[in-house]
């Protein structure tokens, strides 16, 4: 970009008072910008409205300027402004004589372009950068030089055949000299290392892949984390060499399927899955939730946690939580584990309309059950009950005689399927 320092001369023309031609707005700098060579010839015509102030009134004033430029050898331009005034009282003619500043360290002017992303102005790599030792790179969708002897990446601005060759002298000195084939061959070089590099990032990025799905099979069959290491990979490895050759079985080696591995994927598998069902609950108009607690093996209580929503026109249950409860499972520590989880993650009660429980008093009550807690906060909420405990439920209010008869059976039953030997003679028998 050129800055035209500018001189004007102006001569009346057609009688008129010579203020008019004075009053002409002065124009201090003109900054033209322009790609063409310096051999070339230019002519521009820039139609403007000046307004000036004359001692009687105020008119409009249309000018029409005349650039031609001849680069050849100097910079040197003359403007005419062909100078109307609207009352016709008189026509001024202004020229102007303009001298160019240019740089001199460069004949051709550096070709930009407008980055789509962050709008501004990018300069555009020249494949004569190479003899500074300079190949193109495309970093965050824009184009940086990059030196092929040390691989330092330099900024867009950078892209200057002066910045480029301060690099070369500053950090490579001993190569200032080489020709222009030196560094071709230097670029060729780089360029096949950095083909190699992405081929080794792609089976990364597919041996990654394999592993974190050999680990969502292994959690989905509930077996150990060593099987994968085991059995999957030898039995795997056997089964491609002995179909495709022992190029291709050696790839599997690739996979990491150890037993810390597998566990630390299907801690992030469990994880994202517990993200997207969250979001999916937070999408549904309405939810229902399931709990009921069990012991496990450890003597600890699990208090599990359904829910049923609707996703995509579609009515959906999954499994939301479990979470093991220290000491007493009273109805308000089941209250305080469920009411934390939804508080955690942004899940409201008033979208809730029933919850399904068992007969438990813990669960049931109205004064300290789980009940009576969401009653205080969501009286909207219904509840029901599973159907094996509705039955126990409705025994209760039976009849003497009928209550009679139920506990014999349910003593019979309990009997025949409390011991193996006792379920198989009653089949013979029946």
């Keep these: 970009m050129d800055k035209w320092l500018i001189k004007r001369t102006s001569t009346d023309a057609g009688g008129g008072s010579p203020n008019n031609a004075s009053q002409i707005k002065r124009i201090k700098h003109v900054v033209l910008d322009s790609s063409v060579a310096s051999d070339s010839t230019m002519t521009t015509t820039v139609t403007s ?36 005034s609207d009352d016709c009282s008189s026509t001024a003619t202004s020229t102007l004589h303009i001298d160019t500043e240019s740089d001199a360290s460069t004949s051709t002017k550096q070709a930009t372009t407008i980055s789509e992303t962050t709008g501004k102005r990018q300069r555009i790599f020249k494949e004569s950068y190479i003899q500074f030792g300079f190949k193109c790179t495309v970093l965050n969708f824009e184009q940086r030089p990059q030196c092929v002897v040390c691989s330092e990446v330099l900024a867009n601005e950078s892209m200057k055949p002066t910045k480029l060759k301060r690099h070369l002298e500053t950090k490579h000195p001993q190569l200032k000299n080489k020709d222009e084939s030196y560094f071709k061959r230097l670029a060729t070089k780089l360029k096949s290392q950095q083909v ?17 799905e050999v680990s969502f099979l292994i959690a989905k069959t509930k077996k150990h984390h060593n099987i994968g290491e085991t059995l999957i990979l030898p039995a795997a490895m056997k089964m491609v060499s002995i179909m495709q050759g022992e190029k291709y079985a050696n790839l599997l080696k690739t996979i990491p399927l150890s037993s810390d591995t597998v566990h630390r994927r299907i801690n992030l598998l469990a994880a994202d899955i517990k993200i997207q069902l969250i979001d999916r609950v937070k999408g549904s ?60 993650h942004d899940i409201k ?46 025994a209760k209010h039976f009849q003497p005689d009928v209550n009679k008869v139920l506990e014999q059976v349910v003593t019979i039953i309990n009997f025949i399927k409390a011991r193996a030997l006792n379920s198989r003679l009653f089949k013979i028998m029946s």
């Design 49 to 84: 409205n000046i307004s000036h102030e004359t001692n009687a009134t105020t008119s409009s004033t249309s000018s029409v300027i005349t650039i031609d430029e001849s680069r050849e050898t100097s910079s040197s331009t003359t403007i005419t402004i062909s100078h109307n």
């Design 196 to 212: 190699d590099f992405q081929k080794y990032t792609i089976v990364n990025q597919k041996a990654l892949q394999a592993s974190f």
């Design 285 to 344: 108009p309405y939810y229902a939730i399931q709990l009921d607690e069990s012991t496990d093996v450890a003597n600890v209580v699990q208090l599990l946690i359904f829910i049923r929503y609707r996703y995509e026109n579609d009515i959906c249950e999954d499994l939301l939580f479990c979470q093991g409860l220290e000491g007493r499972t009273t109805g308000e520590a089941i209250f305080n584990a469920v009411n934390t989880f939804f508080e955690l």
């Design 349 to 394: 009660w008033e979208y809730y309309v029933s919850v399904c429980t068992d007969g438990a008093a813990a669960l049931t009550g109205f004064k300290t059950g789980f009940k009576a807690k969401v009653t205080e906060i969501a009286p909207h909420v219904g509840f029901v009950y599973c159907m094996i405990h509705r039955k126990a439920l409705a």
